[in-house]
């Protein structure tokens, strides 16, 4: 009986130069794509260079196949800079990230989440990030969740028909050990980018609290993401599942109270919970 020759640690180095051999030219075969991809939006009368709805889909995906010792933290984040990189080749843009709230945290969300390539340009405010991106054609923004206790009601500069969007809620996948967990919105104009609507985002203001109000957004199924009173009443950020139609919204919370206001300020896709399979030795 013939023995096997045991593997040689040459063996194993032979073959992982073969691997990322494959994976860089795979790399360079999708950056061929970006001239059809321009040319093909080109013929059907342009189109938006951010498809949170695809990429939801991509990291969904992603995060269901995935196995093995290699942390989904490294591959998340190694996809993460493809998708931003190559959109950024394809229509160059900045991400504009307020940090009146701490710098660390930000930065390492928007360089996990759109890589070092993508220009990275900081705002003391979330008011100064939102001005920056309604300024350009085609920049994203970033603002932190629950940062309305010091930043006031920012959500009102999304009200304007013209206004930048909420176009997604980072991290999409959701685990609690995430190295950039820091829940931020994703600021777009409307032009620039094609939302998902799994869930919707809607500015509510009240002249007063009203205990009728958080019950309504319940039986909604949504959630008060931030809320603030300032001179001009009581300003709620409300997220609703999007199956329920925003007249319905509107009805819903103008039955529990009689002066509520209620404005759509953007969408996003429903958050991925990871749950880890723990490794069989």
């Known amino acids: 009986m013939t023995q096997t020759p045991a593997e040689t640690l040459s063996d194993v180095r032979t073959e992982i130069d073969r691997i990322d051999a494959a994976m ?8 061929t794509l970006i001239d059809r991809v321009i040319a093909a939006k080109a013929r059907a009368g342009g189109g938006s260079a951010f498809r949170p709805d695809r990429e939801a889909s991509m990291m969904r995906g992603l995060a269901e196949r995935h196995r093995g010792r290699l942390p989904l933290d490294t591959v998340e984040g190694i996809w993460r ?13 900045a991400v504009h990230a307020d940090i009146a709230a701490g710098d660390a945290a930000m930065r390492d969300v928007a360089r996990f989440h759109f890589g070092f390539t993508v220009p990275l340009v900081t705002h003391a405010g979330p008011e100064a990030v939102i001005r920056a991106v309604a300024q350009a054609e085609s920049d994203l923004g970033l603002v932190r969740l629950e940062g309305g206790a010091t930043a006031g009601p920012w959500w009102r500069g999304l009200m304007r028909a013209e206004a930048p969007k909420i176009i997604a809620r980072l ?35 009240a002249d007063r609290w009203r205990p009728a109000l958080p019950q309504a957004i319940a039986a909604l199924g949504g959630e008060i993401i931030e809320e603030t009173a300032d001179g001009f009443g009581l300003a709620l950020l409300v997220a609703i599942p999007g199956t329920a139609p925003p007249e319905a919204v509107a009805q819903a919370l103008g039955a529990a109270s009689d002066d509520v206001r209620v404005t759509e300020i953007g969408s996003h896709a429903v958050r991925y919970d990871f749950a880890p399979v723990p490794h069989q030795a």
């Not at 860089?24 to 950056?31: C, D, K, P, S, T």
């Not at 190559?86 to 843009?93: A, E, I, K, L």
């Not at 104009?189 to 509510?204: D, F, G, L, N, Q």
């Open 24 to 31: 860089h030219a795979l790399l360079i075969e999708r950056g």
């Open 81 to 93: 800079t493809i998708i931003s990189t190559f959109t950024y080749v394809q229509s160059t843009y």
């Open 171 to 205: 991290p999409f996948v959701e685990r609690p050990d995430h190295p950039a967990g820091m829940a931020v919105f994703v600021l777009a104009r409307p032009s620039a980018a094609t939302p998902a609507r799994e869930i919707v985002a809607y500015a509510v203001s």
